[in-house]
Nanobody
Framework: QVQLVESGGGAVQAGGSLRLSCAAS????????MAWFRQAPGKEREFVAG????????PYANSVKGRFTISRDNAKNTVYLQMSSLKPEDTAVYYC????????????????????WGRGTQVTVSS
């Protein structure tokens, strides 16, 4: 099991930026794909961005393309989500997820593909 702890959430005005971090436990981090999902009040959890083990495949949801950037630091067992030009509709709880299958080339946008989840961090964007 991979334990995941998110941090970096908070309240920001529209147009602002935040960087989320997700610290992972275990020795397998460098071999697995990671992703960020979010869930807004009254809505289903949705895929935001993902990154494969080599950082060579980084898909994004259309709603965040060009504004969010996912990255990883395998030496620190950490994945990041840099969020810029934030909008009120980005308000949600953001979750980090790990796909424990090693060396997967393509990142899945499907929740069921992920084995481990963090508890989430709240992001609130005011207009």
């Amino acid at each position: 099991q991979v334990q995941l702890v998110e941090s970096g959430g908070g309240a920001v005005q529209a147009g602002g930026s935040l960087r989320l971090s997700c610290a992972a436990s275990g020795r397998t981090f460098s071999t697995i794909a990671m992703a960020w999902f979010r869930q807004a009040p009254g809505k289903e959890r949705e895929f935001v961005a993902g990154i494969n083990w080599k950082a060579g495949h980084t898909p994004y949801a259309n709603s965040v393309k060009g504004r969010f950037t996912i990255s990883r630091d395998n030496a620190k067992n950490t994945v990041y989500l840099q969020m810029s030009s934030l909008k009120p509709e980005d308000t949600a709880v953001y979750y980090c997820a790990a796909d424990r299958t090693p060396f997967r080339i393509s990142v899945s946008p499907i929740q069921g593909s992920y084995d481990d989840w963090g508890r989430g961090t709240q992001v609130t964007v005011s207009s």
